[in-house]
């Protein structure tokens, strides 16, 4: 079993739909969680990190619920340069200081 | 900050040949990072410095890989011979160990490796 599993998609959705990304991972003293965001031929970028209670940035809000090892991202009112693909990633505990990458999900919005 | 710093940014070379890809981290970033992206395998780390010391080489391929951090402001990825599945983007990504919970790691913009 993968660490980190995201469905792969694609999802193409048209513009200002909403959509949600799950991911689950395995290692359950994972410590850390976030969301990366990786455009066609460039290096992943943090979009943001992914706290206990939730979290919101504009249009993108991050949930995480550790009892059942899930995390997922809804971006809202979508934006044709929303398209990109977006990893789901993890801090493992311990001293690697390791973060472990998901394969991604890639979103293409439509017009 | 100029960010983590790559080079080069694509790299065509036969098989056979040694190919060396450069990385500055970002300056005080202690943890610094080699990753390889492929299609079919996504992001696989292949090695990880602390403070400049080799950590974990558990996810380097082969022996034709080697990795060295003469210094906390230089790091090298090199392949020798290359093959042609060795074609990837390369990332290199540093952290600090303090912010790393809360800010994971900056990338470098990659380098592209093509063998033919």
């Known amino acids: 079993r993968k660490e980190v599993e995201q469905d792969p998609g694609p999802f193409n959705v048209p513009e200002g739909a909403t959509v949600a990304f799950n991911c689950t991972y395995s290692n359950s003293a994972s410590q850390s969680f976030f969301w990366y965001r990786q455009d066609c031929r460039k290096e992943p970028k943090l979009l943001m990190s992914v706290y206990s209670s939730g979290n919101e940035d504009g249009r993108f809000t991050a949930q995480l619920n550790r009892a059942s090892q899930y995390i997922s991202l809804l971006i809202r009112d979508s934006k044709l340069s929303d398209s990109a693909t977006y990893l789901c990633v993890v801090l493992s505990s311990g001293s690697a200081r390791q973060l472990t990458f998901g394969s991604g999900t890639q979103l293409t919005v439509l017009p | 900050d100029a960010g983590v710093i790559q080079s080069p940014r694509h790299e065509v070379t036969e098989m056979g040949q040694e190919v060396t890809l450069r990385c500055k981290p970002i300056?005080?970033?202690?943890?610094l990072f080699w990753y390889r992206q492929t299609m079919m395998r996504g992001l696989e780390l292949l090695i990880y410095f602390n403070n400049n010391v080799p950590i974990d080489d558990s996810g380097m391929p082969e022996d034709r890989f080697s990795a060295k951090m003469p210094n906390a402001s230089f790091s090298t990825l090199k392949i020798q011979p290359s093959e042609p599945r060795d074609s990837a983007v390369y990332f290199c990504?540093?952290?600090?160990?303090?912010?790393?919970?809360?800010?994971?790691?900056?990338f470098g913009s990659g380098t592209r490796l093509t063998v033919v």
């Open positions: 300056s005080g970033h202690d943890y």
């Open positions: 990504a540093s952290s600090l160990r303090d912010r790393v919970y809360f800010y994971g790691y900056t």
